[in-house]
């Protein structure tokens, strides 16, 4: 079945530092893929998401990738600053899954000034 | 724009006790509604998801059941909870096809 696999935390980094999160993806056709942030005690909330191969997707200096060849779209800064500590989520929906969203199990990410 | 709304934002219940959550949303129509679970440190458990006004899909056999009585309304419910019912209880919303869930701000439920 379908399944989004990502990277197990939780990650440390110094602010400034660069950042990667792995997801990769198993899925029939082609889902759209997406990229929630966490921030302690509260709700996700959607970072930014690409609806086909190539894409890529980018908000508030994160960007991701669809990589339709390696099944993967990992989450990217250049500089991360301590306010980007949060859980981030992986997800893929589309219409092979019924539009049901399959979520990644998070990755928690805490930087340190 | 759109907006969701879930409430209480924390609980405490004794267990055995019963238990409902409110999820609605504001400014869309015919939305499909979600209710997840979050245990601590832990990544998101689908429970139930709706397609529309009277339809329920469990994903997992628990104590809880959902209901939706309206088209923007959707309610958690238990009639005795468990310990392990503890945990952060999302709502989420999207539109049909692929589009984007969209989360309230969760309910911390603890049970003692």
């Known amino acids: 079945g379908d399944s989004v696999t990502q990277m197990e935390g939780p990650v440390t980094l110094s602010e400034e530092a660069f950042l990667t999160i792995n997801c990769t993806y198993t899925?029939?056709?082609?889902?759209?893929l997406f990229w929630y942030v966490q921030y302690p005690g509260e709700g996700l909330q959607l970072l930014l998401k690409a609806t086909k191969a190539d894409d890529k997707g980018s908000n508030k200096g994160f960007e991701a990738t669809y990589r339709k060849e390696t099944t993967s779209f990992h989450l990217e800064k250049g500089s991360v600053q301590v306010s980007d500590s949060a859980v981030y989520f992986c997800a893929l929906s589309g219409a092979n899954t019924g539009n049901q969203f399959y979520f990644g199990t998070g990755t928690s990410l805490t930087v340190i000034p | 724009s759109q907006t969701i709304h879930q409430w209480p934002a924390t609980l405490v219940q004794p267990v055995g006790s019963p238990l409902s959550l409110e999820c609605t949303v504001e400014g869309t129509s015919n939305p499909n509604l979600y209710w997840y679970r979050q245990a601590a440190g832990r990544g998101l458990q689908l429970l139930f998801y709706s397609v529309g006004i009277g339809q329920i899909s469990s994903e997992v056999p628990q104590n809880l059941s959902a209901s939706r009585p309206q088209d923007r309304q959707f309610i958690l419910s238990s009639k005795k909870l468990l310990l392990s019912d503890s945990g952060f209880y999302l709502c989420a919303w999207n539109g049909r096809g692929d589009q984007p869930q969209h989360f309230g701000d969760g309910t911390r439920l603890s049970i003692l």
């Open positions: 899925a029939t056709g082609y889902p759209s």
